[in-house]
Structures are given as structure tokens and as C-alpha cells.
T-cell receptor, first 115, second 113 residues
């Protein structure tokens, strides 16, 4: 399996622009997680889905952030409008609910810079 | 070498030494714990996990110890190698949060040869 695939790897944009980050989870996994990582706050959970349904979005910073999972093999995290404080590395992870071990497998991340 | 995790974020050791990375967790309801390794420019990578009904689990060159009495978790790496240099995170699964993992701030391990 190719693992969790994220795109783009790097994104540089200007303040006010819309940014869309993409994720393809591991085939067969039924949980998908979006995290944000910064030096100041570490790794923060933003939102997670089970069987394409959002379960907990309490970590989403504000209304500028939205996430969707239209099918089992694709999810997006959108920021509109983007602000410099959104600059961070965004990770997607997936896991398998049937497993007794809650191992989340991470993608390589998208490094976002908002100028 | 030994660190206290969140309170001493960097651990420097010599190649061949054993490393001990510590982590304190706060929620006594947490029943599952994972250690991840994150190399520069990459996503966190699973190392080893342990359930709360165990106090020790061993992998290849790594051992995780769990002390529920003091809510403390440690990762021991035997014969540390330069390739072990990375940031190490502990994560806990709080039962009431479903499958969400709560991550610690991480400890940087630096191995010199």
C-alpha cells in the first residue's frame, strides 16, 4: 500500500486566498484525521471522520476552516480566507476501526505558508 | 541518557548508548498509548503501542514501560544509532474521546557518533 497520500507537499499563498489541502487515506481504513502542527502548539487534532461522516470538529479553529470527505478515498481541508497565522504543517492520518489497536498512519504533510 | 519529556525537550546521547524518553499523561481514563517518531520533513511514524492492562511491551530495540500509578510512560531505545535522531511523541487515547489521540509536545533525540 502507498500509505496516506497528501497533496500538495508545499503551498505558498497570499493572505486572503483560498487554500485546499487534499488527502487520500489508506485503502480500507474507515477513520480519517486532520492535524495541524506548529512549533508553539505542537500537533493538534482539527477534525476526524468515521465512514466519511464528521465525528468531532471541535478542534477546527474557526469558520474559515472546513473539511469534507465525499467518499472513502478522498478528503479535503479548506481554508478561506487564509491568514498568516494559518502557516503550519497540516497532516492527514487514517486508521482502521476494526483493529483493537488505535494506530493512526500519517501522511507526509502539507507545509502551508501564508504571506 | 534520560529526559523528562515535556520539561526537557532535547535529549543528546552518544551512538551506542541506551536512550530513555519520558512522558507524563494526565488522564487516568486513558487506556491506550502510542509512541511515534517524526524525522525532519516527514509525518509521525508509529513505533510501538501499549494497552493499559500491560506495564511493559518490547519491540525491536525499543521497549515501552507504563506506570499507571504515577501516569508515566517511557520509551527505551537500546544501542541508539544516528538514524534514531528525530522527535519522539507519546500519544494517549482517552476513552471518552473515542478514537482521537492526544499528543504530547515531543522530545528531540540527538545522536552523535
Amino acid at each position: 500500500d502507498a500509505g496516506v497520500i497528501q497533496s500538495p507537499r508545499h503551498e505558498v499563498t497570499e493572505m486572503g486566498q483560498e487554500v485546499t489541502l487534499r488527502c487520500k487515506p489508506i485503502s480500507g481504513h474507515d477513520y480519517l484525521f486532520w492535524y495541524r502542527q506548529t512549533m508553539m502548539r505542537g500537533l493538534e487534532l482539527l477534525i476526524y471522520f468515521n465512514n466519511n461522516v464528521p465525528i468531532d470538529d471541535s478542534g477546527m479553529p474557526e469558520d474559515r476552516f472546513s473539511a469534507k470527505m465525499p467518499n472513502a478515498s478522498f478528503s479535503t481541508l479548506k481554508i478561506q480566507p487564509s491568514e498568516p497565522r494559518d502557516s503550519a504543517v497540516y497532516f492527514c492520518a487514517s486508521s482502521l476501526a476494526r483493529s483493537t489497536r488505535n494506530i493512526q498512519y500519517f501522511g507526509a504533510g502539507t507545509r502551508l505558508s501564508v504571506l | 541518557g534520560e529526559s523528562v519529556g515535556l520539561h526537557l525537550p532535547t535529549l543528546s546521547v552518544q551512538e551506542g548508548d541506551n536512550s530513555i524518553i519520558n512522558c507524563a499523561y494526565s488522564n487516568s481514563a486513558s487506556d491506550y498509548f502510542i509512541w511515534y517518531k517524526q524525522e525532519s520533513g516527514k509525518g509521525p511514524q508509529f513505533i510501538i503501542d501499549i494497552r493499559s492492562n500491560m506495564d511493559k511491551r518490547q519491540g525491536q530495540r525499543v521497549t515501552v514501560l507504563l506506570n499507571k500509578t504515577v501516569k508515566h510512560l517511557s520509551l527505551q531505545i537500546a544501542a541508539t544509532q544516528p538514524g534514531d535522531s528525530a522527535v519522539y511523541f507519546c500519544a494517549e487515547n482517552r476513552s471518552q474521546a473515542g478514537t482521537a489521540l492526544i499528543f504530547g509536545k515531543g522530545t528531540t533525540l540527538s545522536v552523535s557518533s
